[in-house]
């Protein structure tokens, strides 16, 4: 949250889109062209918004954004940003295994504690490479005792101890297949089947996941030439089963960029119901839609929600009315739809999610009310055009 009048005022501007031309003279006057380009992006890369829909879009070019993201990303210990995948993964080939085995490595080299890394970055990195708490820690003694050796280069030996490939991803038959652009040299390489297959991903109409052969599309997969799309629509209903994979490390310090998708993530979890619609969850919780899919897309991907695929069930409208009113009694007693009572709805969602992680008693990890986040600016899946099998540049393995 900004801190002063100042920064609040230019942080909605540049959340509605103004110019530099568009601020008042007196603002312009403290504030120079140049540190107005350094806040949009940086504004822009905090919230992990996609550069063609943001204001960023006016100040940087494309390439310099993306890497100034995914290096911003690293250090913050984000999750990888799968819904930034369309340029991320398809354009600069920085698959979600690449990006966490650069991201463990370093934290490796420093000889950081694993508890550094938030909640939701842990679960996916055991998703991706099978790296745990135990697996980490069994590392890191191993490391340390190559004394000499670890002083010298601790970074290049931290990744001769992570997994040389990714793990074999849990997939569901309707996410689609995306390919990225693949190099000469890498299309030369692959079998009959493996070009059959990529063919067929990369036609007009987008291809599932069911549409391929399974080994094939995990070969595809290994070889970093092939990414998933969790996509997610107004109308999808989804249901949060028992927890299982989370890993319950650690939230955000005061004054750390906190990951308002992991925020939202939160609320989603406490707030969904098997009788909700997507579209009627971003209603109740007031957030933006594309924010809302984006969130259930990430749970899917993890395996924290599935989606529902039967018809929806008679209590549909009573379970939406009943949220609401939830909601509405909070906002009552003094909850509101300010920030700060938004922000203590976060708070609120997150507490309870990691109660039921730690196995707490159902009425000590309630909060008191259905909680909302603030509303944020729509971040949006990125389009995600048909990309041609190219004959451009290369790029790194491993699976997207």
């Not at 370093?106 to 694993?114: D, G, T």
């Not at 039967?310 to 509405?328: C, F, K, N, Y």
Request: hydrophobic share 40%; with cysteine.
């Amino acid at each position: 949250m900004a801190s002063t009048p100042y920064e609040e005022f230019l942080s909605r501007a540049i959340a509605t889109g103004k110019q530099y031309d568009d601020l008042p003279p007196r603002i312009q006057i403290v504030l120079s062209p140049q540190d107005w380009k350094t806040r949009v992006k940086d504004q822009c890369i905090v919230k992990g918004l996609s550069w063609d829909v943001c204001l960023a879009s006016t100040v940087c070019g494309e390439q310099e954004y993306y890497d100034d993201l995914i290096k911003a990303c690293k250090g913050w210990m984000r999750m990888y940003p799968y819904h930034l995948a369309d340029y991320v993964c398809r354009v600069k080939r920085i698959t979600a295994y690449k990006y966490y085995c650069d991201l463990l490595a370093s934290m490796l080299a420093e000889e950081a504690s694993y508890d550094r890394m938030p909640n939701f970055t842990a679960a996916d990195a055991v998703r991706v490479l099978g790296i745990g708490r135990n697996e980490y820690i069994s590392a890191l003694n191993a490391l340390k005792g190559r004394r000499l050796m670890w002083r010298m280069n601790p970074r290049g030996l931290a990744r001769e101890v992570l997994p040389a490939e990714p793990l074999p991803p849990q997939l569901q038959p309707w996410w689609q297949v995306k390919v990225v652009n693949v190099a000469e040299a890498e299309y030369r390489e692959l079998s009959a089947e493996e070009v059959a297959n990529l063919k067929t991903a990369n036609l007009p109409q987008p291809a599932c996941v069911r549409d391929l052969d399974p080994l094939m599309l995990l070969q595809l997969y290994r070889r970093g030439l092939v990414y998933f799309d969790v996509v997610v629509s107004p109308d999808d209903r989804f249901r949060i089963p028992p927890l299982e994979g989370f890993v319950s490390n650690r939230t955000p310090a005061a004054g750390e960029a906190a990951d308002p998708l992991e925020a939202l993530l939160y609320s989603v979890f406490v707030a969904s119901s098997e009788g909700l619609r997507v579209g009627d969850l971003s209603r109740i919780l007031n957030v933006g839609l594309r924010d809302v899919t984006t969130a259930l897309s990430l749970a899917a991907r993890l395996g924290f929600a599935t989606r529902l695929e039967d018809a929806p069930p008679m209590a549909t409208r009573t379970a939406t009315l009943g949220v609401q009113s939830l909601i509405d009694l909070d906002e009552d007693e003094g909850g509101g739809r300010g920030d700060g009572g938004a922000g203590r709805g976060c708070t609120d969602a997150r507490a309870a999610w990691e109660g039921h992680a730690a196995g707490l008693p159902a009425e000590r990890s309630q909060p008191a009310a259905y909680s909302q986040c603030p509303a944020q600016g729509p971040r949006t899946h990125p389009p995600t055009p048909q990309s041609p099998v190219s004959r451009g540049g290369g790029g790194d393995g491993g699976g997207g």
